[in-house]
Nanobody, 126 residues
């Protein structure tokens, strides 16, 4: 089992920045690929970014490319989502998710992930 706990959400003005953290406990964090997802009211959950277990590969949705950055510190069992130049349309509940992998693969489908955090609200005001 892996337990994930997100933090760092909040209210920010458009153009501002937030850094979300995803702290993991349980199994070896470095064996898990991490994904970041968001869900806005009335919309389906969507992937915003993903990072491989060794940090070599990353993925970003087109809507956040160039503004969001995924990173991780395996020694601290923590993954991060740095969000810059935030827009009102980025308002959503953000989730981190983990899936065991023996390779450096990244995953973008929510159905692939085994473990999920509780989510953290990000609200961007115009």
């Amino acid at each position: 089992q892996v337990q994930l706990l997100e933090s760092g959400g909040g209210l920010v003005q458009a153009g501002g920045s937030l850094r979300l953290s995803c702290a993991a406990s349980g199994r070896t964090f470095s064996s898990y690929a991490i994904g970041w997802f968001r869900q806005a009211p009335g919309k389906e959950r969507e992937v915003v970014g993903a990072i491989a277990r060794n940090s070599i590969e990353t993925y970003y949705a087109d809507s956040v490319k160039g503004r969001f950055t995924c990173s991780r510190d395996n020694a601290k069992n923590t993954a991060y989502l740095q969000m810059n130049s935030l827009k009102p349309e980025d308002t959503a509940v953000y989730y981190c998710a983990a899936v065991y992998t023996s390779t450096g693969t990244i995953f973008t489908s929510s159905g692939t992930y085994e473990y999920w955090g509780q989510g953290t609200q990000v609200t961007v005001s115009s």
